[in-house]
């Protein structure tokens, strides 16, 4: 079983960037725009080198992360969308790269299982769906 929905699931695919924050273990936080993947529960990023990113920094003596997805699903009505992924990082290897790998530990949506119009429905829930 996914810990994330399929209506989670396919908004994911259709979206090209998310937002990735982290924190130094000081707690200076960076938030940066990247493109992502999926990989089952989990998400990746990379990109041209990150070792000289302060997310990369950051992640490899701080792994908490958040990142968010999100748009307008319209904006007349105004209609936002998105979903806040609170979780862990790692940096791995891939075909000689390092890459990082997300795997998520909360998961909050706002207006992706429940699109009736009006107030968008925030749920909030584990990420493991044990």
Do not use: C
């Not at 979206?15 to 989990?42: H, N, Y």
């Not at 107030?119 to 990420?127: C, D, F, G, Q, V």
Request: hydrophobic share 40%.
């Amino acid at each position: 079983m996914s810990a994330f929905t399929a209506a989670e699931l396919a908004y994911l695919e259709t979206q090209p960037l998310m937002r990735f924050a982290s924190a130094s273990l000081s707690g200076k936080p960076d938030v940066t725009p990247v493109v992502f993947s999926l990989d089952e529960d989990d998400i990746l990023t990379a990109g041209f080198d990150i070792t000289h990113t302060v997310r990369y920094k950051n992640v490899l003596v701080n792994p908490r992360v958040t990142v968010v997805v999100d748009d307008l699903a319209s904006i007349e009505p105004w209609s936002p969308r998105g979903i806040k992924i609170i979780g862990s990082a790692v940096v791995e290897e891939h075909e000689g790269s390092p890459r990082f790998r997300i795997s998520p530990k909360v998961i909050i949506s706002w207006a992706i299982n429940d699109t009736t119009p009006g107030i968008p429905k925030m749920e909030r829930r584990s990420a493991d769906p044990s």
